[in-house]
């Protein structure tokens, strides 16, 4: 079972960066033995979701969000639940979408127009799914830790999404 009061294995020592980058290497691949062979795109999103929650440690909620209109319509996810609509431009997920850029919040506080759905969150990374020039939608994840997130974490997820929205095509 996911437990987001344990400590991240690359937290402190050396080779932190090498264990953080073996963890996003084993977990990419596998995402893709994973999702291989499976054409639909929500059970691709669930067991994604399941997969990046139960694997990468401190977190409190990972999951999908999907463009309808102009809003993000939650999608498959782990964790408590969750705002159901998010207006593109708005909050954390909201500008990534509308950027069409990953953003990393060490502190979800210190953003201007975070919307809280579960309090506990402390810190946020947000990846777009971006399938060539089209935004499919955003991969959210949420830590109880202020500063959970940093840039390894940021191209570890941006690889991790980038096999997500080929398997949601």
């Known amino acids: 079972m996911h437990d987001a009061t344990h400590a991240a294995p690359w937290s402190a020592g050396h080779g932190a960066t090498e264990d953080k980058a073996r963890l996003y290497r084993d977990l990419a691949q596998e995402l893709e033995a994973l999702l291989a062979g499976e ?11 399941a997969a990046i929650y139960h694997s990468l ?6 999951g999908f969000y999907f463009v309808r ?25 909201g500008t990534a979408a509308g950027d069409r850029r990953s953003i990393l919040v060490p502190d979800v506080d210190a953003f201007p127009g975070h ?4 309090s506990a969150s402390r810190s ?11 935004l499919l939608g955003v991969l959210d994840m949420d830590s109880p830790e202020l ?9 570890g997820c941006e690889a991790l999404a980038a096999i997500v929205v080929r398997h949601l095509r």
């Open 39 to 49: 054409t639909d795109p929500i059970a691709n999103a669930a067991n994604a979701a």
């Open 124 to 134: 946020e990374l947000v990846i777009p799914l971006l399938d060539g020039g089209q």
């Open 115 to 118: 919307i809280a759905c579960d």
């Open 69 to 93: 209109g102009e809003q993000l319509v939650l999608g498959p996810f782990q964790g408590k639940p969750a705002c159901v609509r998010i207006p593109i431009g708005r909050g954390v997920c």
């Open 57 to 62: 440690p401190t977190l409190n909620w990972a």
């Open 147 to 155: 500063n959970r997130f940093d840039g390894d974490d940021q191209v």
